[in-house]
């Protein structure tokens, strides 16, 4: 099995900035991608940055020039640095690792982490 563990989310005004980190642990093998999805109140889940294990990065457009994902190939970590935060951010965070655990490639989410966006 393998465990995320998502921290850093809260309340922050808008123009404000969070850091959302996840640490991923249990039986690793390899991972490919790990990347950050949101989900807002009545909305569907979307994607919102996701980087490979050599480095290859894609945000959606929505949170571009403002979101920043990076990663610890050797602590099995990621992170998102959030600035310029808006309203339209507010969403429950999710953390997603695509890995092999030695037998076969799946994904895997954290529990989430609460994002809220408010004045």
């Known amino acids: 099995q393998v465990q995320l563990v998502e921290s850093g989310g809260g309340l922050v005004q808008p123009g404000g900035s969070l850091r959302l980190s996840c640490a991923a642990s249990?039986?690793?093998?390899?991972?490919?991608?790990m990347g950050w999805y949101r989900q807002g109140p009545g909305k569907q889940r979307d994607v919102v940055a996701t980087?490979?294990?050599?480095?290859?990065?894609n945000y959606a457009d929505t949170v571009k020039g403002r979101f920043t994902i990076s990663r610890d190939n050797a602590k099995n970590t990621v992170h998102l640095q959030m600035n310029s935060l808006k309203p339209e951010d507010t969403a429950v965070y999710y953390c997603?690792?695509?890995?092999?655990?030695?037998?076969?490639?799946?994904?895997?989410w954290g529990q989430g982490t609460q994002v809220t966006v408010s004045s």
């Open positions: 997603n690792v695509h890995l092999f655990n030695g037998a076969t490639v799946y994904d895997a």
């Open positions: 249990g039986s690793i093998f390899s991972i490919y991608v």
């Open positions: 980087i490979t294990s050599g480095g290859v990065i």
